[in-house]
């Protein structure tokens, strides 16, 4: 087989040249091959009670009584995917009757119901909502960290315990609503940190006795599960933070909750740290990197 070889300098550059198309057609058709596009949302709307709102975490917005910080993981998560249109309703002590209905807040002020946000155009919602459900997270936290005695949390294990196994069918019922109101909107349910460590005591928690501090512990995972079960139930999914945050407690080396002792600065009594902010941003930014998964409704 006898191949015919470039005899001029000019037959020489324009193999080439016709090389280099070759190569760079290849290229470009190589673009964008490596998998799906990660998804883009224009239009977030956050809602939660104080766990999403964030209280003192710093530049908080007293939005009524809300307390809503613009540095709570809403607004860190906006900033990451360049959302533009953000409508975060989170209020402090929202419970789920308060996304529906007019909320009064600690300062004696009313805001507008959280759904009233959500839209057909909404395309992303996160929603933290149900430890403050017959103010569960009042008597557990709240009460205890202000308390001068022990806080017998073990005394009331078994009406705690039927509050928490009560919330699951109103979270699905409540994310179905969401589902409803903004019928295209990817819908991430985010659960509560982890808050006291598996074991053991520290000067940053409320005065417990250990069968107390273990009935803390109980609720806080029972919390989880109901939350993660709800979100399977409503073919929704489920951002466990409670899992991610486990090394974190308020006892940590690097805790992403604040001790009983608030700051004005750096959070509220009980409550997120910026760092724990930054971490869950950062978590839920990971889950929307991928496509959502399918679910027949």
Request: charged share 20%; glycine share 6%; proline share 7%.
């Amino acid at each position: 087989m006898n191949l015919a070889l470039p005899r001029t300098t000019q037959q020489v550059l324009r193999l080439v040249a016709a090389l280099l198309v070759v190569v760079v057609v290849l290229l470009l058709g190589n673009v964008g091959a490596g998998g799906p596009a990660r998804p883009a949302y224009h239009h977030y709307v956050a809602m939660g009670d104080s766990y999403t709102a964030a209280p003192f975490v710093p530049l908080t917005d007293i939005a009524h009584g809300c307390y809503r910080s613009s540095n709570n993981y809403p607004h860190l998560l906006a900033t990451s995917l360049h959302i533009d249109d953000l409508k975060d309703r989170s209020c402090t002590g929202a419970q789920t009757k308060d996304l529906t209905g007019r909320q009064v807040t600690a300062r004696g002020m009313t805001v507008a119901p959280q759904f009233d946000a959500l839209s057909a155009d909404t395309d992303l919602v996160t929603l933290g909502i149900g430890a403050n459900n017959h103010h569960l997270y009042a008597q557990m936290a709240t009460v205890c960290r202000r308390s001068l005695r022990i806080c017998p949390l073990y005394d009331k294990r078994a009406a705690l315990g039927r509050i928490v196994d009560d919330l699951r069918p109103t979270l699905v019922a409540t994310l179905e609503q969401v589902h409803e109101r903004a019928p295209h909107a990817r819908i991430l349910l985010v659960s509560y940190p982890k808050l006291l460590p598996p074991t053991g005591d520290c000067p940053k928690l409320p005065r417990f006795r250990p069968q107390d501090r273990s009935t803390f512990r109980d609720i806080n995972l029972r919390l989880r599960n109901q939350m993660r079960e709800a979100a399977k139930d409503a073919k929704v999914e489920f951002v466990d933070f409670y899992a991610a945050s486990f090394r974190h407690n308020v006892c940590a080396r690097h805790p992403w909750v604040q001790g009983r002792t608030g700051s004005s600065r750096h959070g509220a009594a009980l409550h997120p740290l910026p760092a724990g902010q930054e971490a869950l941003a950062r978590l839920i930014e990971q889950t929307l990197r991928t496509p959502p998964p399918k679910a027949d409704r």
